[in-house]
């Protein structure tokens, strides 16, 4: 099974800075990975799929990038309604698919 | 507008059964692979079983199958998911969410969740 591994798994950052999470595969998942955000009390919602597709009336400051085993979403400027829990997502290895930890984003 | 709305839930002793619901409308069911996701009390989120539109390719996860069954009703825009022989690590807020027609399995509508309690 492919393990992912989301790091930091906990980020404090302030209003207006650029925030980078980072999600690694086990092995390579030839760009199969989304991006959920998840707020205290809410399902989860997407935000970007295959990689760096911007998921529909998802802000722009919102993008990912990656490829192989690495991959990245991007806030380039943070927002106080941006706090939350993000988790990536791999459906490279069908039929069954994993979830990354997760990486929670604070306010500072 | 998409809507998934759970049921089904509450608390049930190990071993036992449950059923779970998800009513969809917005949007033309049968047109679309649903899945169940789980979330347990402040963990992560666990991808649990997925179904595709007319019901011809079904999957699990390890850690369920065997023990519970994904199916849908077209013609009730509804999909089902059958727990049985429930432990307690099966204790989860259970949600359904709608898979995208443009990759191989992008949720891209989720529901609000349904609480399952396993414990005696």
């Known amino acids: 099974d492919i393990q992912m591994t989301q790091s930091p798994s906990v980020l404090s950052a302030s209003v207006g800075d650029r925030v980078t999470l980072s999600c690694k595969a086990s092995?390579?998942?030839?760009?199969?990975l989304d991006w959920y955000q998840q707020k205290l009390g809410e399902a989860p919602k997407l935000l970007i799929y295959?990689?760096?597709n911007l998921q529909t009336g998802i802000p722009s400051r919102f993008s990912g990038s990656g490829s192989g085993t690495d991959y990245t979403l991007t806030i380039s400027s943070l927002q106080p309604e941006d706090v939350a829990t993000y988790f990536c997502?791999?459906?490279?290895?069908?039929?069954?698919?994993?979830f990354g930890g997760g990486t929670k984003l604070e306010l500072k | 507008e998409v809507q998934l709305v759970e049921s089904g839930g509450g608390l049930v002793q190990p071993g036992r059964s449950l059923k779970l619901s998800c009513l969809a409308s917005?949007?033309?069911?049968?047109?679309?692979?649903m899945n169940w996701i789980r979330q347990a009390p402040g963990k992560g989120l666990e991808w649990v079983a997925s179904?595709?539109?007319?019901?011809?390719?079904?999957y699990y996860a390890d850690t369920v199958k065997g023990r519970f069954t994904i199916s849908r009703d077209n013609a009730k825009n509804t999909l089902y998911l059958q727990m049985t022989s429930l432990r307690s690590e099966d204790t989860a807020l259970y949600y359904c969410?709608?898979?995208?027609?443009?990759?191989?399995?992008?949720?891209?509508?989720w529901g609000q969740g349904v609480m399952v309690t396993v414990s005696s």
């Open positions: 969410a709608r898979r995208m027609r443009t990759t191989v399995a992008t949720l891209d509508y």
């Open positions: 917005g949007f033309t069911f049968s047109n679309y692979g």
């Open positions: 179904i595709s539109s007319s019901s011809s390719y079904i």
């Open positions: 092995q390579n998942i030839n760009k199969n």
């Open positions: 295959f990689t760096n």
């Open positions: 997502f791999q459906y490279n290895s069908g039929p069954t698919w994993t």
